[in-house]
């Protein structure tokens, strides 16, 4: 099996059409599907929402979608694709609660449940950001927003309490507070 894929014994069967090497499906030992890429790529979603934790480059992944897309339409007119944007993905906010997130995980903290602490308030706090941003009602909004606000404070305290105990270096805490104090004065102005 080309490419670092999962071998096995056992039949299976499947179509598709694609480009690359060491890719493809079926069913291994115990009716397990199993799915094969290049080393480093990841794989598309497998029937029934399941995937691999292997990354796929962009062109390998084009060849997939086409010959997905090329069986769900064909006989039809093709039409070039559009992005799709979500509720949250035209809240700057929401940019905002990543970065915070990203520089969470920057920081690096040694103690875990003061890192798990810290990571489970930043990512409540971006979750909370795009379900505030996908509510209808102006109450639903700014009650889910409060949250987002409450959760963002909630992780930038646990990295300062971090730095402040020493597990966690101290450069580390600029960039928290910084998308921290944004994000909370956005998300102020959202619950107004």
Excluded: Y
Excluded at 151 to 158: I, L
């Amino acid at each position: 099996l080309g490419g670092g894929g999962v071998e096995g014994e056992g039949e299976g069967e499947g179509e598709g059409e694609g480009e690359g090497e060491g890719e493809g499906e079926g069913e291994g030992e115990g009716g397990a599907l199993v799915r094969s890429a290049p080393p480093g790529k990841l794989a598309p979603p497998l029937r029934g929402g399941t995937a691999l934790a292997i990354a796929w480059d962009a062109r390998s992944l084009e060849c997939w979608a086409r010959g997905v897309m090329g069986r769900a339409f064909r006989g039809r007119k093709a039409r070039p694709m559009t992005p799709i944007l979500l509720p949250h993905h035209k809240l700057k906010a929401f940019g905002v609660a990543m970065q915070l997130l990203e520089a969470v995980r920057e920081a690096r903290i040694r103690d875990c449940h003061l890192r798990d602490q810290a990571m489970r308030a930043a990512k409540s706090a971006a979750l909370n950001a795009a379900e505030g941003a996908g509510r209808v009602s102006r109450a639903d909004k700014a009650r889910v927003f409060a949250i987002a606000r409450a959760e963002a404070v909630e992780a930038a305290a646990a990295v300062e309490i971090a730095v402040a105990a020493g597990d966690a270096p101290a450069e580390a805490l600029r960039a928290v507070l910084g998308h921290a104090d944004r994000f909370v004065a956005m998300m102020t102005g959202l619950i107004r």
